[in-house]
């Protein structure tokens, strides 16, 4: 493959980090969650350098904007230099907020011991 020819979109967030594999990418693309100008794209579409890019990754949208062109998986501190991320700081908050109630639901292991109770008291301030 040329490095001037533009690589396919699901190759492209495979290689920035945006999904764990390729295979994830293309299924994401199929299902309507990668959109370019809010039109979902097929994962044979081609990437352009300064192309937005939305992707629904589990609840938070993430919006990147194509830097560089890139046809193989690079480092994840490599992968800064060829997207820009343009995702509002309210969706990392909401993405927050789900892992700290996560961490609050209770496992049910049966009634909550005292020492639980008093933890989930002081993190509610139950006053």
Known sequence: ?????????DKWLWAVR?????????????AG??????????????????????VQTGPIKRILKVSALLH???GAKLAGQYMQDLTPP???RKLELLRK???LHYQGKGRP????R??????????
Do not use: L
Not at 37 to 43: D, F, I, L, R, T
């Open 33 to 54: 969650k990668v959109k370019v100008e809010g039109q979902a794209v097929k994962p044979s579409r081609e990437v352009q350098p300064g192309m937005e890019i939305s």
């Open 72 to 74: 193989n998986r690079v």
């Open 101 to 103: 109630q996560q961490e």
């Open 118 to 127: 008093r933890d989930m008291d002081q993190w509610f301030d139950w006053e």
């Open 18 to 30: 945006a999904f764990k594999t390729r295979s994830m990418a293309s299924h994401a693309c199929r």
């Open 113 to 116: 011991t005292k020492k639980d």
């Open 90 to 92: 309210e969706e990392y």
């Open 1 to 9: 493959m040329h490095s001037e020819q533009a690589p396919r979109i």
